[in-house]
């Protein structure tokens, strides 16, 4: 693993990608900084990261592209996995080679609670709390981006596809409003989902039959439950969308709240999207 995340890192920082990664965040949350903070004299340094979250929507797809479809298109993947080395070993070098980029910024944003400190008071475990959510809020966008790397041998793809997905959870709050809550409309929703997860079934296995049997037998099961007690689907798609809506939990750090739950929330997203990761690799070593 010691190798992979070496080579990796020594990849990003011999290149622009990271540090266009490094100087675009600590760019835009020096901006809000110096408004709500220097500017308009908040204490909380946390107004400035709550702001600037929206930034990952940009840096997590230019950071995750090349990581592992960029190894499928020049062919390199296969030294890797006929390589003495471990498939979890390969996802975990390169997810901590991106996290470790992620960490830099995250690193010097500690140091602007103690600049503040010199002009008044400032609430030090608020303010940390607040990073703490902040780094475990980037390394669940940086797991899920990687997963998607995983699944196409175009960088462009990869980043469209981040994008797009990181945008989705962004904006889920909002777009759960605009949803009926009715059971009819969660049972339709559940139909869509079931979809989506076959065709994701089918990029990873290849496998059209296990992908459309896997399908058959949980639209089988979503349409049993829907005629035997439909009242389980009322408001149950505003429920599922809450669970995938990422940014919201960071609101509790924000607030200065240890939020333990959250904490276990994101690790939960990063191991999750690490052994999609894992999954997604090992259907290519077999391939």
Known sequence: MSAVYKRELRAYLTSMTGYIFIAF???LVGI????????????????ALSSSIFAFLIVVPILTMRLLAEE????????????????????????FAI???FSIPVILF????????MFGTVSFSMTY?????????GAAYLAVGMFISSLTESQVIAAVLSFGALLVSYMITGLSQFISGTAFTSFICFTILIIILAVIAYVMTKNYAFASGTAAVLEAMTIALY?????????????????????????NFVNGIFDVTGIVYYLSIIVLFI?????????????
């Open 99 to 101: 996290l470790t980029i």
């Open 25 to 27: 965040i600590m760019f």
């Open 72 to 95: 499928k298109r020049q062919k390199t993947d296969q030294i890797l996995l006929t390589a003495p080395v471990k498939v979890m070993d390969i996802i975990l070098g390169k997810y």
């Open 110 to 117: 500690c140091f602007y609670p103690l600049l503040l400190s």
């Open 129 to 137: 709390t607040t990073i703490l959510g902040y780094f475990l809020l």
């Open 275 to 287: 052994f999609l990761s894992v999954q997604s690799l090992q259907k290519r070593r077999w391939s």
């Open 32 to 47: 809000y900084f110096t408004a709500y903070n220097l500017t308009y004299g908040y204490s909380h340094f946390g107004y």
């Open 227 to 251: 005629l035997f007690k439909s009242t389980l689907f009322e408001g149950a798609i505003a429920k599922i969308l809450n669970v995938i809506d990422l940014a919201t939990k960071f609101e």
